[in-house]
């Protein structure tokens, strides 16, 4: 069971800012009430200006964080687009791997960069929802199919399974006090689809924002982010990614086809498409560009045989559940449900 959380920002330090302390008190009241300890790692609310600047000292806060004995799940704060810069700080001479410990580590978006620098130094994580983004949700509630998954995690320390949520919710046009309380209009999910392949397939699930991967190999954003991964190697190789099963999902920027043309191929470049068992893709937010991103993960794959689900309530689109890393899993398309087991 989950007592103790510690949260840090290692892309964006927003939670810092005057601005949105409304909503960091609605998701520090909630975390309250189910008796959790909350501690904000002493670097994470030093506002936007200050965590960009530091890269040195959002790693310092995860290492702190992982060292904590007291500490038993790591909550990302929010994504971003900057984490790369933490590599030197925990890779140069083995920060991570002497100071990673057996801890639940939570976050999605830009955070798929330090879920790729856990899976490196061994540590299984939990891809899908983060502070800002759900414990703080302006509704009069957590969204039900979110809570779900967050509840089970704080209480077993794991998650056993997943079914599609019966609904999402378009994102929330403003951010404001005046928005506190007010629900989101449900709207009817499809569950999950299965766009080719057998229904049925298995192995560890590894993976995560598309637009982040992307990053790994185009220097338009980060001129630097690609020989830095590429020096790190952060992104694994066709070996490790044997028998995997591949999750992607698109962020909030909506990329266009055109960019998520790009990204696939660039992956497709790696290998990683020859090595895994199957391909899962989350529900784009606002369903922006779906029906582009199936046709284009069948035609760029252009393994027939390979199994591809699309649509799954993980990532940028609400509600979102919490998908096990490096756990095994076995996906059935049929019958919609994702399981895990140690």
């Not at 506002?47 to 000292?57: A, D, I, Q, S, T």
């Not at 397939?201 to 338009?220: P, R, T, V, W």
């Not at 044997?242 to 960019?259: A, C, D, M, N």
Request: aromatic residues 12%; contains cysteine.
């Amino acid at each position: 069971m989950i007592r103790n959380i510690a949260i840090v920002s290692l892309s964006s330090g927003i939670i810092g800012e005057p601005f949105i302390q409304f909503e960091v008190e609605r998701g520090l009241r909630r975390l309250q009430e189910y008796g959790l300890h909350v501690k904000f790692m002493p670097h994470a609310r030093m506002g936007l200006e200050y965590v960009r600047e530091h890269p040195e000292k959002r790693a310092e806060d995860l290492l702190a964080a992982f060292r904590d004995p007291e500490t038993d799940m790591i909550l990302c704060a929010i994504g971003g687009d900057d984490t790369y810069r933490l590599l030197p700080f925990l890779f140069d001479h083995h920060e991570l791997a002497d100071a990673v410990a057996d801890k639940v580590f939570l976050g999605f978006s830009d955070t798929t960069i330090n879920h790729l620098m856990l899976h490196q130094v061994g540590l299984k994580t939990f891809y899908g929802q983060a502070f800002l983004p759900d414990l703080c949700e302006l509704g009069p509630e957590m969204h039900p199919y979110t809570r779900q998954y967050f509840e089970e995690l704080i209480t077993t320390g794991t998650i056993r399974e997943i079914t599609p949520s019966e609904f999402w919710y378009r994102e929330r046009e403003r951010f404001t006090p005046e928005e506190a309380g007010k629900p989101l209009p449900a709207l009817l999910n499809e569950g999950f689809e299965l766009l080719q392949g057998a229904p049925v397939f298995s192995g560890k699930i590894l993976g995560g924002c598309i637009d982040s991967l992307y990053d790994f190999f185009n220097s338009e954003r980060y001129p630097d982010m690609p020989a830095l991964c590429r020096k790190y190697h952060l992104f694994p190789d066709a070996a490790d990614w044997q028998g995997r099963i591949l999750l992607l999902e698109s962020s909030e920027e909506k990329p266009t086809p055109e960019k998520y043309r790009q990204a696939l191929e660039y992956l497709k470049e790696t290998g990683v498409f020859d090595a895994v068992s199957g391909v899962l893709a989350g529900k784009p937010m606002d369903e922006a560009y779906a029906e582009e991103y199936k046709k284009l993960l069948v035609e760029v794959i252009h393994r027939p045989e390979l199994p591809i689900v699309f649509n799954l309530n993980i990532g940028h689109a609400m509600p979102r559940c919490i998908i096990p890393f490096g756990v095994p899993a076995v996906v059935d398309a049929g019958k919609q449900i994702i399981r895990f087991s140690e």
